[in-house]
């Protein structure tokens, strides 16, 4: 699995719209409104880095609205969240 944070830069006026039709996109797990230099932050998990062509450029860069997009690739993930959830797989929590 290939993970790309994609840092994106939208139309203001468009922001919420702009949001919802890359988050339509199969392969974004999350998008998140975000303060800063870049409007919006998109997750894309792609099966193989040759996808991320087809997703990135071939259809979130063409979505009306975004005006600009930096796309950095995940070598590791490292989450506290997975972690957890990996522990608590099959035990009831105790009292």
């Given at each position: ?22 988050a339509q996109i199969e392969q974004v797990s999350e998008v998140y409104s975000v303060t800063g ?59």
């Amino acid at each position: 699995m290939v993970t790309a944070i994609v840092l994106i830069k939208a139309d203001v006026a468009r922001i919420p719209e702009t949001a919802e039709a890359i988050a339509q996109i199969e392969q974004v797990s999350e998008v998140y409104s975000v303060t800063g230099e870049f409007d919006l932050v998109a997750m894309v998990r792609v099966r193989e880095h040759d996808e991320l062509g087809d997703v990135i450029p071939g259809r979130l860069n063409r979505i009306p609205g975004v005006t600009h997009t930096e796309t950095h690739i995940a070598f590791r993930a490292y989450s506290r969240h997975d972690l957890e959830a990996a522990f608590a797989l099959g035990y009831p929590e105790t009292a």
